[in-house]
């Protein structure tokens, strides 16, 4: 490897590699021999040469390098990124049974920093947002495929970020064939419709699984303490994720509300998909009557304030805004967003209801969002119990080097 090109920390900024957190800032690095191309291996090197890492270089970002690996005897060929699609695969085997929905590959997470692959029944969903998977793609799709048994590659990298990298567009159809207009996913016993060319993300947010599915185990509870099923209101509810686990198991209502009226069409899809759309009664189980659905087209902000004036009540809201914060600069905004919206619903929950409220901002930490909503929570005169902390699902872990990867989370608050 004598002829991999290096980069040179200034004295003192080894200290986050030497945590093993994987990104080098321009700002960190002295100077670079060998003229690396774009995407190439680079030894970093502390100031006193000491080995850190094998990176690959990001000429044009200000994360100049981002880490593959930091075992100074690890080989970065072709066979460890092999090795890399491998282990990350394997990694989500155990999904198969629950879905057919799956993120194959999170980034730093997989050691694939920057690379993102999203599979939807035989569809792979791709976005290649950093110079280092970029050079690497072919190697990667061919493995992806070989190891999914997948033959259709459709990318969906954001423009915005590898112009970032200093990476030309890239999308479409990378192999195989175009997806059809919805590709038809199933998750747990629910089925959606999804629009992988033009949803949002890949698609669909594949990384709220396991709440939806915790919606869909905390209505029957309700149900059996109640005797009837909650009146469910659904913020940001997209292409109805939500809403319809809730009504599928068995809420007495379901009110869902989102400002873009192609979701919102959509979520109807997916509602009559499962059976749940009104004149679809015959589809559910005959020992309870199916749920009232209703859906608002409009500003969650403006609903939630004009629900209150009308008086209406919920025992079961869900908040699941967009990132309100993209960056550390909007912190400040984006948390009296959040209260806003939290103490708006807080008003509208009956004692005894249930609140999911979440922040997909990784801008926000975990800490100062369970604050924002406690303060909320205040105002509102809501006391409540955190039942529990949400997060993504197992196929989106966070490596504890990288914290930064843990972008969703949220709170289950219980109002007494
Ligand atoms: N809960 C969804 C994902 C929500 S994504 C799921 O599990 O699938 C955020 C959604 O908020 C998008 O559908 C977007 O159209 C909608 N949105 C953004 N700003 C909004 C606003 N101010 N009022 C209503 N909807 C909004």
């Avoid at 994987?22 to 291996?41: C, D, F, K, N, R």
């Avoid at 406690?374 to 966070?398: E, F, K, Q, S, V």
Wanted: positive net charge; hydrophobic residues 45%; contains cysteine.
């Amino acid at each position: 490897m004598c002829a991999v090109a290096s980069a040179l920390l200034k004295p003192g900024k080894d200290r986050s590699l030497a945590r093993r957190h994987p990104w080098v800032y321009a700002g960190a690095i002295a100077s670079v021999t060998g003229e690396p191309a774009s995407g190439a291996l680079l030894a970093v090197r502390a100031a006193d040469g000491r080995f850190l890492a094998w990176a690959a270089y990001s000429p044009a970002s200000a994360i100049r390098a981002r880490c593959w690996s930091f075992e100074e005897s690890e080989r970065i060929d072709a066979a460890w990124f092999v090795a890399r699609v491998n282990a990350a695969v394997r990694r989500r085997a155990d999904l198969d049974a629950s879905t057919t929905a799956v993120r194959l590959v999170f980034g730093e997470a997989d050691a694939l920093p920057g690379l993102v692959v999203d599979r939807y029944e035989d569809f792979l969903v791709t976005q290649f947002h950093s110079c280092g998977v970029d050079a690497h793609r072919e190697l990667l799709i061919e493995e992806l495929c070989r190891r999914t048994g997948c033959a259709n590659v459709f990318d969906r990298s954001d423009p915005a970020l590898r112009s970032r990298e200093g990476l030309g567009v890239l999308g479409g159809v990378l192999r195989g064939a175009a997806p059809p207009k919805h590709v038809c996913i199933r998750e747990h016993n629910l089925r959606y419709w999804v629009d992988l060319r033009h949803g949002h993300k890949t698609g669909f947010y594949i990384d709220q699984r396991d709440n939806r599915r915790l919606v869909g185990e905390l209505v029957p509870r309700m149900l059996a303490r109640h005797g009837r099923g909650p009146r469910v209101l659904n913020c940001f509810c997209y292409t109805g994720g939500f809403g319809i686990a809730a009504a599928g198991a068995g809420a007495q209502a379901v009110t869902s509300v989102d400002s873009s009226s192609d979701a919102l069409a959509l979520a109807r899809d997916n509602a009559r998909l499962n059976g749940l759309e009104e004149g679809a009664r015959a589809a559910a189980p005959a020992t309870r009557p199916a749920s009232r659905l209703e859906w608002v087209c409009g500003d969650v902000f403006e609903q939630l304030r004009g629900m209150r004036t009308e008086g209406r009540r919920f025992e079961l809201i869900v908040l699941d805004p967009p990132k309100f914060a993209t960056n550390p600069h909007q912190v400040e905004r984006a948390a009296r967003a959040y209260k806003d919206i939290n103490l708006s619903a807080l008003r509208l929950l009956e004692p005894g209801g249930v609140l999911l409220s979440f922040s997909c901002s990784a801008a926000i930490q975990p800490d100062l969002f369970q604050k924002i909503v406690a303060g909320a929570a205040i105002d509102a005169g809501a006391d409540c119990y955190l039942r529990a902390r949400l997060a993504a699902g197992a196929d989106h872990p966070t490596l504890l080097t990288h914290p930064e990867g843990e972008y969703l989370k949220g709170l289950l608050l219980e109002r007494l």
